[in-house]
């Protein structure tokens, strides 16, 4: 019997062999997205998605900055904006698809705080008088300035147990909801991660987020599904937006893990994402929340809306 010898594999060829391989890798990852973007053009869908963003994401960018650079990649709302912010976006004839939220100072076991911020909000009755009070000029200036949806938290457990939590916000939120239908205006609560970003928040299931819309019982109430948040926390995306996009109002997206670029550096795949949403029939808008990882920020957010295009 002949035995075949076979030839040592040295380490300069298995570099350059892993190099080639992780570059034909990339370049087929890069040509799925830009595949992906081709066949929604033909399918008659582009452009069914309307794109926003998260000012917090750019520190260093200007308001201004940042309108005048995002129209020209399809930009048309920077979000999570307040009333004093109002007036420049008007001037750029841009949008606010998610108005912020409002807060008073308070103080929770001898340390100030924000009442109305994600920790400090509608899961706890001492909060409700304040956050009435904070919230009714908030959804009037909203209304004012053409903008018809505003933000919410649920607060951090801190040991409230969930159904207690559940009853909680709902009883706060339905104060709301007669100037909320009145207006036209919705409130919509986020849906955050508990386990990387924000530690102990109560509205960290989509199951318990619906079984809230249920409760609070009116169409002004909804939430906002954070795609990054609840990937982390629960995945089966596309199953969950098909299942409840009756209760979400609007959407955001972030590159999971770290929250950057949602590009093909990170494991969730945007295009068919949003296909399920633009198939629920959401007319909506979509906003951009990841925190660019590289030197280049706006071009990030342009890769990241190309990527969204649908």
Not at 257 to 272: F, K, M, N, S, W
Request: net charge neutral; charged share 25%.
């Amino acid at each position: 019997m002949t035995i075949m010898k076979v030839p040592n594999l040295n380490r300069r060829r298995f570099v350059t062999g892993s190099a080639a391989t992780v570059a034909t890798v990339a370049a087929s990852l890069h040509q799925r997205y830009s595949l992906a973007e081709e066949a929604a053009q033909k399918s008659g869908v582009a452009g069914a998605v309307n794109h926003s963003a998260c000012k917090w994401c750019y520190p260093k960018v200007t308001l201004d900055e940042l309108c005048e650079a995002g129209k020209e990649f399809g930009l048309r709302s920077v979000e999570l904006l307040g009333p004093e912010d109002f007036a420049t976006i008007k001037k750029h004839g841009m949008h606010i698809a998610m108005v912020g939220f409002p807060s008073a100072p308070g103080t929770v076991d001898g340390k100030k705080v924000k009442i109305g911020s994600i920790g400090h909000a509608f899961n706890r009755l001492e909060n409700h008088d304040t956050l009435v009070e904070i919230y009714e000029p908030q959804l009037k200036a909203a209304k004012e300035a053409g903008y018809d949806n505003v933000i919410c938290f649920s607060g951090n457990r801190r040991g409230l147990d969930d159904e207690a939590g559940l009853e909680n916000c709902a009883k706060g939120l339905q104060r709301l909801m007669p100037l909320c239908e009145k207006l036209g205006v919705t409130m919509s609560m986020e849906l955050l991660n508990s386990k990387v970003n924000h530690k102990d928040y109560q509205c960290d299931y989509s199951d318990w987020g619906v079984a809230l819309c249920e409760k609070v019982g009116s169409e002004r109430f909804k939430l906002l599904y954070d795609i990054y948040h609840m990937q982390i926390m629960e995945g089966d995306v596309i199953a969950t937006i098909r299942k409840n996009h009756q209760y979400f109002s609007h959407y955001h997206t972030g590159g999971v893990p770290g929250r950057h670029e949602i590009d093909e550096t990170q494991e969730l795949y945007y295009p068919a994402i949003i296909r399920a949403i633009v198939d629920t029939g959401y007319k909506g808008w979509l906003g951009q929340e990841f925190q660019p990882a590289r030197e280049d920020k706006i071009a990030s957010l342009k890769q990241g809306i190309e990527i969204c295009t649908v």
